[in-house]
């Protein structure tokens, strides 16, 4: 039986998210409804027909390149065969002059191999290196990379090949200019008329993103303009990763909590979500060198960071799910149970 879901999105006062399916209607919907006081106004609508319990993105084919670039779990430098494609699908991505844009990988989120805040005099910093490091080489090994040599700024310096083929599905960018999409190496399947695919459960466990997943290397970072079905899966998938405490899970303190002691603690020594990690980062950047988590809960509040928990659909900020008691830290929710609302 064909699934067809229906997502509404009610941004007012009091932010509301459902969530349901209807099988009697051929129609997958999206609306948001904007407006402070009654909510009437409708801001998005796309209409789309599911086949099967999953959903249409559009399909891109090109080369994945590498060099000179400094590639992560979860990013890669990924040049289009259709040089123009972006300007015909109105995605708004930022290309270099050869027309390569950055992906981000939809749906998971690897250890920060190479982070600077923005405000602030820390500098370049990163997670525990070895999980980052793993998680990047499996992603250009999965690509078909081999022999990549990096310099000491994680800079790729030499690779074979210099580039391999492949293709990915995707329908956005997000708003540092990356088109953020499902990767997968070598030859595209056919796409339909109107150059999409269907994605079903067998393309997505091909994807780099299923499989980085599956290896315990990344994690499960969910974001408000992923299908529900895709999630669901890829819950799927992060859960017996985890069962199996693979890569990241044997280490992960994002749940159990840690002591913030120093700056090596987040930095060398503590496997979190990356997400927090960045957030803590950020603060710490502007704390004048103390590490004090007193005004922690109060700047994650200023970021404005929204989130929904499921399944009970409560929306929130990201400053909800995190506890601190004194220079104790955790968060209250597991990573997939977390949908962030993409800004």
């Not at 904007?34 to 084919?61: C, N, Y």
């Not at 990013?75 to 289009?80: L, N």
């Not at 030859?187 to 997505?204: C, F, M, R, T, V």
Request: hydrophobic share 40%; aromatic share 10%.
């Amino acid at each position: 039986m064909i699934c067809y879901k229906i997502v509404i999105f009610l941004y007012a006062d009091h932010r509301i998210y459902f969530e349901f399916n209807l099988r009697q209607y051929g129609l997958n919907t999206v609306f948001s409804l904007t407006d402070a006081k009654t909510a009437t106004s409708i801001r998005k609508l796309a209409d789309t027909r599911l086949e099967g319990e999953f959903m249409p993105l559009k399909l891109i084919t090109g080369n994945f390149k590498i060099l000179h670039t400094a590639p992560d779990g979860d990013s890669v430098k990924f040049y289009p065969d259709d040089l123009d494609i972006w300007k015909k699908l109105g995605i708004k991505v930022r290309a270099n002059h050869a027309g390569g844009v950055q992906l981000r990988l939809d749906a998971i989120d690897a250890l920060e191999t190479h982070y600077q805040p923005r405000i602030g005099g820390l500098g370049m910093q990163h997670q525990p290196k070895a999980l980052g490091q793993e998680a990047a080489s499996e992603l250009l090994k999965f690509l078909g990379f081999t022999h990549v040599t990096r310099n000491a700024e994680q800079i790729v310096t030499a690779a074979t090949p210099q580039q391999v083929p492949g293709f990915i599905l995707t329908r956005f960018a997000d708003t540092y200019g990356r088109c953020v999409a499902f990767v997968f190496k070598g030859q595209a399947p056919k796409a339909d008329h109107n150059g999409e695919i269907y994605i079903d459960k067998s393309l997505l466990h091909q994807s780099a993103n299923d499989h980085l997943l599956a290896t315990g290397l990344v994690y499960p970072t969910f974001y408000s303009k992923l299908y529900p079905d895709l999630r669901q899966e890829m819950t799927k998938t992060a859960d017996k990763a985890r069962h199996n405490k693979k890569g990241i899970w044997q280490e992960d303190k994002t749940t159990n909590g840690f002591v913030l002691e120093s700056l090596k603690t987040i930095t060398d020594q503590v496997v979190i979500l990356p997400k927090l990690f960045r957030r803590l980062l950020d603060y710490l950047a502007i704390n004048e060198g103390s590490v004090s988590l007193a005004g922690f809960k109060d700047y994650l509040e200023s970021r404005d960071d929204r989130l929904i928990i499921l399944p009970s659909t409560h929306v929130t900020g990201f400053d909800y799910v995190i506890e601190v008691k004194d220079q104790t830290i955790k968060m209250t929710q597991d990573p997939e149970h977390l949908v962030f609302i993409e800004k």
